[in-house]
């Protein structure tokens, strides 16, 4: 599926939810069912399965709806999804669906790679800084990679910041290469 479809129908959800003021449960019941699938790919294939009657498909699925305890809005989409084969999309429309939640809640996620582990006080001074830079409260994940040397990379969305001394030390290869210096 290209993800315009998957965000069509996250945005569709995300709207449903705004105005029964539920969009957060929502997005919490899709990573659940996305979950339960992970756990149990069985179920998936089943009602991705055509060989299985629609109605036991959507049967299975209000299974599932109901010992999730998910809400009425939320399993009639899955309903949809099962009807339309488009179930197999839900891990691309989870993800459209979480960026419209941090959308509406004034979030943004952002990660910062470094060589070493950073000790929690600097991860929280990263994001605080971040956060008024942004105007957005940042979620921060950090990642080791031990190929940085040092510095870190930060991602903020489509945005790199890259102040590691690879980088650095490769910026400085193509100047000495060039004759810069």
């Known amino acids: 599926m290209k993800s315009s479809a998957s965000k069509r129908f996250a945005k ?3 709207e449903v939810g705004k105005e029964e003021n539920s969009w957060d449960r929502y997005g919490k019941e899709l990573r659940s069912v996305l979950a339960i699938f992970g756990g149990n790919p069985e179920i998936e294939k089943a009602l991705l399965n055509p060989m299985y009657k629609l109605e036991d498909r959507l049967s299975l699925m209000e299974g599932v ?3 999730a305890g998910l809400s009425a809005e939320v399993a009639k989409f ?4 099962v009807r ?3 179930l197999r999309f839900l891990d691309e429309i989870v993800i459209a669906y979480s960026a419209y939640e941090d959308e509406l809640a004034g979030r943004i996620r952002a990660s910062v790679d470094a060589p070493t582990e950073l000790p929690p006080a600097l991860v929280e001074e990263i994001r605080k800084k971040l956060s008024s830079l942004t105007g957005k409260d940042v979620v921060l994940t950090c990642n080791y990679n031990p ?3 040092g510095g870190l990379v930060l991602k ?3 945005t790199i910041l890259d102040g590691s001394l ?3 030390l490769e910026l400085m ?3 000495i290469l060039e004759g810069v210096v």
């Open 12 to 14: 569709a959800l995300i």
């Open 84 to 86: 339309t084969r488009n």
């Open 173 to 175: 290869k193509e100047k």
């Open 65 to 67: 709806a109901a010992s």
């Open 156 to 158: 903020i969305g489509n």
């Open 166 to 168: 690879k980088t650095q």
């Open 147 to 149: 190929l940085l040397l």
């Open 78 to 81: 899955l309903g949809i999804l």
